[in-house]
C-alpha cells in the first residue's frame, strides 16, 4: 500500500499510540494510561457496588469473630498457634488435660497424701472429682462450638471468600480490557475523521485507519462481552452472601445452644458438689463453707456481726440449752470478739472453748462454752478441732 509521504510521519505517530492506547512506563511503575482523566472507566452499577460493600463488611465482620471466638475458646495463644501448626500438617492435636481436670488431679493426689480418710483429704477428693468433670464438659463444649460455629466461619473465609476474591480480580482484568478496547478506538476514530479532510491527496491512509477502527470495534465487542459475562459470575456469587448469613445465623444459634448446655451442666454439678459437702461435713462444718467470712452475706444471708439479724433468726433461750450428750466439739478463738447482748460470749484470741449445734439455730452460729459461761459465737471466728 502506498502512502503519501506527506502524512507518513502522522500516520506514524497515529499508529504508535493507537497500539499502545494506556501509554508508555514513565519508569516508574505508573503507567502514563492510567492517570486520571487518561483512560475512561467503566463504572459498575450502583446495586453492584452495594454488592461489593456487604461482601467486604462481612469477610471483615466473620474474620473478627472467628478471631475472637477461637480465644475465647482457647486462651492460651500458645496452645493456639500449637493447634493452627497441627493443623496445618493434617496431624491430630495431641490430647492433653485441661486446666480443669489438671487442678482435679492435683487435688485428688493430694488426698492420698493427706489422707482420704481425713476431712480435708476426702473433701479434696470431692472437689477434684467435680473439678475433673468440669473439664470433661468444658472438652466437650469446646469440640462442639468448633464444629458447629468455627468451622463455617473458616470455611467461608477460606473457601467461598477466595473464590469471590478470584472472580473480583478477574472482573478487575476484564474491565482494564475493556477500557483499553475503548481507549483504542476512540483513537483510531480521531485518527480517521483527521485523514478523512486530505481525503483526494490520501485515501490510501484513510482506508488504513477505517480498517483499524473495525477492528477496534470488534474487539471493543469481545471485551465487552466477555466483561458483561464476568460481571454476572461475580454477581451471583456476591448476592449468595445473603444465604451465607442465614447459615451463620443457624450456627449462631447451635454455638448459642452449646454455650447453655455448657454452663447449666456447670451449675449442676456445682450444685452437686456443695450439696454433698453440706451432708458430710455437717459434723465438721455447721456450713461447708462457714469459714468463708463472706459467703453468708453473698449468698443473700445475714452477717454473723449483725447482732439484730442473730435475734431474729435464732429465737432460742441460750440458757435454757443443754449441750449434747455427744456431738461437742473443741474449738480455738482466732480472733477477739465482744459480745453484742447477753445472749451471745465474748471471746479472746488463742483461747479454747467448747462449742456445739443446736437444733433451729442459724448455721452461721454455735453455742460456745467457756466454763460455767454460755452464749452464742459466730462460726467464723473459730478454727474447729478434730
Request: hydrophobic share 35%.
Amino acid at each position: 500500500m502506498n502512502v503519501c509521504s506527506a502524512h507518513r510521519n502522522c500516520i506514524q505517530i497515529s499508529l504508535s499510540l493507537y497500539l499502545n492506547p494506556l501509554a508508555e512506563d514513565t519508569g516508574n511503575g505508573e503507567k502514563t494510561g492510567e492517570k486520571f482523566g487518561q483512560v475512561e472507566k467503566t463504572e459498575l452499577d450502583a446495586h453492584f457496588e452495594n454488592l461489593l460493600s456487604r461482601a467486604d463488611s462481612t469477610k471483615n465482620w466473620t474474620e473478627k469473630i472467628f478471631r475472637q471466638t477461637e480465644v475465647l475458646l482457647q486462651p492460651n495463644p500458645s496452645s493456639r498457634i500449637e493447634e493452627f501448626l497441627y493443623e496445618k500438617l493434617d496431624r491430630t492435636v495431641p490430647s492433653r488435660p485441661n486446666n480443669e481436670e489438671l487442678l482435679g488431679h492435683y487435688m485428688q493426689d493430694a488426698a492420698k497424701d493427706f489422707g482420704p480418710g481425713t476431712p480435708y483429704g476426702s473433701t479434696l477428693i470431692k472437689v477434684g472429682d467435680c473439678e475433673r468433670r468440669l473439664g470433661s464438659v468444658q472438652r466437650e463444649f469446646l469440640q462442639t462450638s468448633a464444629i458447629s460455629f468455627l468451622t463455617p466461619l473458616r470455611n467461608f473465609l477460606e473457601g467461598d471468600w477466595r473464590t469471590i476474591s478470584k472472580e473480583r480480580r478477574l472482573l478487575e482484568n476484564r474491565r482494564l480490557d475493556l477500557d483499553s478496547c475503548k481507549a483504542r478506538l476512540k483513537k483510531a476514530k480521531l485518527a480517521e475523521m483527521c485523514l478523512s479532510l486530505p481525503l483526494s491527496c490520501c485515501p490510501a491512509a484513510f482506508q488504513l485507519w477505517s480498517e483499524e477502527v473495525d477492528k477496534a470495534e470488534h474487539e471493543l465487542r469481545v471485551a465487552q462481552t466477555e466483561f458483561d459475562r464476568q460481571a454476572e459470575v461475580t454477581r451471583l456469587l456476591l448476592e449468595g452472601i445473603s444465604s451465607t448469613h442465614v447459615n451463620h445465623l443457624r450456627c449462631l444459634h447451635e454455638f448459642v445452644e452449646a454455650q447453655t448446655a455448657y454452663y447449666k451442666q456447670c451449675h449442676l454439678h456445682m450444685q452437686d458438689l456443695q450439696k454433698e459437702l453440706d451432708s458430710s461435713n455437717g459434723d465438721v462444718f455447721p456450713n461447708a463453707f462457714a469459714g468463708n467470712p463472706g459467703h453468708s452475706m453473698a449468698s443473700g444471708g445475714s452477717s454473723p456481726l449483725d447482732p439484730a439479724s442473730a435475734v431474729e433468726t435464732d429465737t432460742l433461750k441460750i440458757e435454757e440449752v443443754q449441750a449434747p450428750a455427744t456431738g461437742t466439739r473443741k474449738a480455738k478463738v482466732l480472733y477477739d470478739y465482744d459480745a453484742a447482748d447477753t445472749s451471745e460470749l465474748s471471746l479472746l484470741a488463742d483461747e479454747l472453748i467448747t462449742v456445739y449445734t443446736v437444733p433451729g439455730m442459724d448455721s452461721d452460729w454455735l453455742v460456745g462454752e467457756r466454763g460455767n459461761q454460755k452464749g452464742k459465737v459466730p462460726v467464723t471466728y473459730l478454727e474447729l478441732l478434730s
